[in-house]
């Protein structure tokens, strides 16, 4: 169960993955998406590829280095070749990511071919090792269930650090809290669901996987639905009008 006392903007901001992939966004967009995430001690932010190398990391006088820098591969739509996601990935981390997010071929996790997920997931993972964390986008939205279920045990299996709701540019939609829910659940039954809070160094020491809720998560009351369901990450475009619309203490 959640500590309730535990969801404070504070806390809540630091499970926050800042995101900016909006095709027309520029290097300024950046630059003020890492400002504002930096003034509200998020975990990390999220870009595109195309934005890597971030300026000024590894510059102490600039601190960018207390914050993550995450980014995509696959993007949006997972119809990729394995080969190019895992290139792409292994570009990025070259450029300084520390975090990848990529997404899966949805036709595998309808068809529940697990072995096509596995397959792909495990050739990205080959190519960016620990301690780069890999994130799978499941794209939950578009999946019953079961094919839920099993799309979560291949990405466990493939040694994914996280498991993560949607590219929040599907248009099924994006995180929803029974998916987060299943996701979590399943997790569980696995024994590697990852407590709230747990550094993902640790998580990667004991085997334990992480859960990211991303798209639609607008709001305070939409942010803590997720963490209560299970989320350990959220992945949000707007972090400042969620933590406004916390009640104030």
Request: aromatic share 2%.
């Amino acid at each position: 169960m959640i500590d309730q006392s535990q969801l404070i903007p504070e806390f809540v901001a630091g499970l926050m993955d800042y995101t900016l992939l909006k095709p027309e966004a520029t290097r300024q967009d950046v630059a003020s998406l890492i400002s504002d995430a930096q003034r509200l001690n998020c975990k990390a932010i999220c870009v595109s590829p195309s934005m890597l190398p971030i300026a000024g990391r590894g510059d102490s006088d600039v601190g960018i280095d207390s914050l993550r820098v995450a980014t995509v591969a696959g993007f949006p739509s997972g119809k990729h070749a394995s080969l190019i996601k895992a290139a792409e990935a292994r570009l990025a981390v070259q450029c300084g990511a520390d975090e990848v997010d990529v997404v899966i071929d949805v036709a595998a996790a309808i068809a529940e071919d697990s072995n096509a997920v596995l397959s792909e997931l495990m050739t990205v993972r080959e190519a960016i090792p620990h301690p780069v964390v890999l994130k799978v986008i499941l794209e939950s939205a578009v999946l019953t269930e079961q094919q839920l279920r099993t799309a979560v045990r291949a990405a466990v299996q493939a040694g994914a650090d996280y498991v993560k709701t949607s590219t929040g540019f599907h248009p099924a939609g994006g995180a929803t809290v029974e998916a987060v829910r299943i996701m979590a659940d399943e997790l569980q039954s696995l024994k590697c669901h990852a407590p709230l809070g747990m550094p993902d160094a640790v998580m990667q020491a004991k085997g334990l996987v992480g859960l990211k809720a991303s798209g639609g998560i607008r709001d305070w009351d939409a942010a803590v639905a997720m963490i209560s369901a299970g989320a350990t990450r959220l992945g949000v475009s707007g972090a400042q009008a969620i933590l406004d619309s916390a009640p104030r203490q």
